[in-house]
């Protein structure tokens, strides 16, 4: 069964750092999300984009988040200067367009130190 | 704003007793509801939705949940658990127009002893 994957699995930086995070939705899906769950907290939207732009984005998403789909596979998120309380686990999720089920990838754990 | 509370954060439960773990959403107008379960160290799947019709939905490994419009709870049931449903259960919420996000619930987790 297809799945969606996210490289890296954990991913440790500095505070400042530029970091990538990458995902490779289902194939043929249309529309793709990240997500992000602080340490004990509840897994928050960050952004969601369709047909090669930004469809919505939450009040987290600032100037320091930009996503991409570089060559139609894979869906990265950048973090241009990362912060401590950018630590977090990062979920990437697609859904194919046809039903409102969101399938979600296995998550990158970033450590911001 | 849409919002999602699941009031249990923790359960501990013996095998083949009977699960109920609650969850109460916010928004101001037509919502398609889920669940999903996130097993240690995997990724999250869906357990089960429900987008209109029967309010009384059954999904995977046994698990069913019932939407109660008046009460804006969509209650996540499993007659008997079993060991292997130690995981984290998270409610979720999105209005039912577009492929809009998902909004979640602080999640429950489950541990059910042998």
């Known amino acids: 069964e297809p799945e969606v994957t996210q490289t890296p699995s954990h991913q440790v930086t500095q505070m400042g750092q530029e970091v990538i995070l990458r995902c490779v939705p289902i194939s043929n899906h249309l529309y793709f999300y990240w997500y992000r769950q602080i340490l004990g907290q509840k897994v928050e939207f960050l952004v969601s984009?369709?047909?090669?732009?930004?469809?919505?984005k939450s009040e987290i998403f600032d100037d320091q988040f930009s996503v991409e789909r570089p060559d139609g596979s894979n869906f990265t998120l950048k973090i241009r200067s990362t912060k401590l309380e950018d630590s977090a686990m990062y979920f990437c999720a697609s859904n194919p367009g046809t039903s409102y089920e969101q399938y979600f990838g296995p998550g990158t754990r970033l450590t911001v130190t | 704003a849409q919002s999602v509370s699941q009031h249990n954060h923790h359960v501990i439960l013996s095998e083949a007793a009977s699960l109920e773990l609650g969850c109460n959403y916010s928004y101001g107008g037509t919502v398609n509801l889920f669940w999903y379960v996130q097993y240690p160290g995997q990724h999250l799947q869906l357990l089960l939705k429900?987008?209109?019709?029967?309010?009384l939905v059954k999904g995977i490994k046994g698990f069913e949940a019932e939407f109660i419009k008046s009460k804006f709870s969509f209650n996540l049931r499993k007659p008997s658990v079993q060991w292997s449903d130690t995981a984290e259960y998270f409610c979720?919420?999105?209005?039912?127009?577009?492929?809009?996000?998902?909004?979640f619930g602080t999640g429950t987790r489950l541990l059910v002893s042998p």
């Open positions: 979720a919420v999105k209005g039912d127009t577009g492929f809009q996000k998902l909004v």
């Open positions: 429900y987008f209109s019709g029967d309010p």
């Open positions: 984009f369709y047909n090669n732009e930004i469809s919505e």
